[in-house]
């Protein structure tokens, strides 16, 4: 049982380029909410059109938080955004607003609101991804020697040729800014106390697809490649995280001259159609929460009847 004392926190959640971001900015004027982004990209400076961050207009129009606040060559781990995440809620709840946490990265939602930075740790799937993908490039000798660098312990445990494990290791540590052998020596209780009801959005998957496509073709033409080689330029580039998200990592690929701008941005859209997949098998665990399709649920009657579920939560009533 929850307990009816604890703050009530409101989340959308559901895969990329569902429509989170247009639907949470009316959601959060007819609750007097302050929006925090839920993202593990766009915590960075300098990565704004390949990450979909809301735009100046929006943000002034609703205020936001824990965006741009992380230098694109530093390593933002999960347990830091749940430490910033605590505050920016305190901050809200004591001006009095409603707090509205909207965004994509499910790890980070498990972080503040179930402690899954303690115990058996959960999994990203887009920091797995990329994971994965760099193990696909980089070949298992070269990724273990990157786990020997930050945890010279673990890789000791590890055999250079167990892909699986190793892949792990990055993973924890990419999750919790720390390295595997210390995670595993804490316990400490993370979770956020807090009653959270979570608003899931989906759509069937040729129009995830299609939607997929028609923001690429968009970040595309509105100068995604043109920041990705300014960033290189400065000397940002696929050593860091913030570099190797959706995206980024094929638009560095193609200032590489390793393959075209045609090949960069349909790489892009299956890379990111695969992670939506994978994003909803993990938000699919998420309660209580009520889902909504958005090919068939759009407009005032969408949002009246989200309003209603969030009320009748905030009652402690039945949803």
């Known amino acids: ?29 007819s609750l007097n909410a302050e929006i925090i982004s839920v993202d593990s990209r766009q915590v960075y400076r300098q990565l ?13 129009r609703i205020p936001h ?33 409603t707090v509205l946490l909207v965004g994509g990265t499910p790890f980070y939602f498990r972080a503040l609101l179930s402690g899954a ?41 590890i055999h250079p040729n167990d892909a699986v494990r190793i892949v792990r290791a990055l993973e924890i540590h990419a999750l919790t800014g720390r390295p595997p052998s210390e995670v595993f020596l804490t316990r400490e209780p993370m ?15 040729e129009e995830t697809r299609k939607r997929i496509r028609l923001r690429a073709l968009q970040q595309f033409e509105g100068g995604f490649p043109e920041e990705v080689a300014s960033l290189l330029e400065k000397g940002i580039d696929e050593r860091y995280p913030s570099m190797q ?18 090949e960069a941005m349909e790489g892009y859209i299956r890379a990111t159609c695969a992670f939506a997949r994978r994003q909803m098998t993990w938000f699919s665990k998420f309660e209580p929460a009520v889902w909504y399709d958005m090919t068939r ?4 009657s969408l949002q009246g009847d989200i309003l209603r579920k969030i009320a009748e939560s905030q009652r402690g009533g039945r949803i």
Do not use: C, W
Request: aromatic share 4%; net charge neutral; no cysteine.
């Open 48 to 60: 704004d059109i390949g990450t979909a961050k809301a735009t100046r207009a929006e943000r002034e």
């Open 191 to 205: 979770a956020f106390p807090a009653r959270t009801l979570y608003v899931g959005l989906n759509r069937n998957r």
């Open 117 to 157: 930075l303690t115990g058996n740790l959960a999994s990203d799937p887009a920091i797995r991804f990329g994971l994965e993908e760099s193990l696909r490039r980089e070949g298992k000798e070269e990724m273990h020697r990157r786990l020997r660098i930050i945890d010279e312990e673990t890789a000791g445990r």
């Open 1 to 29: 049982m929850e307990n009816p004392e604890l703050p009530q926190l409101v989340a959308i959640i559901g895969p990329t380029a569902v429509g989170k971001t247009e639907l949470s900015l009316d959601l959060a004027e």
């Open 297 to 300: 649920s759009e407009g005032k």
């Open 245 to 262: 998200g959706l995206g980024y990592r094929e638009l560095v690929a193609f200032n590489r001259g390793r393959i075209s701008i045609e």
């Open 65 to 97: 938080h824990l965006i741009d606040v992380a230098e694109p060559t530093e390593r933002f781990s999960a347990s830091r955004f749940a430490d910033e995440a605590r505050i920016v809620i305190d901050g809200i709840r004591s001006r009095g607003k």
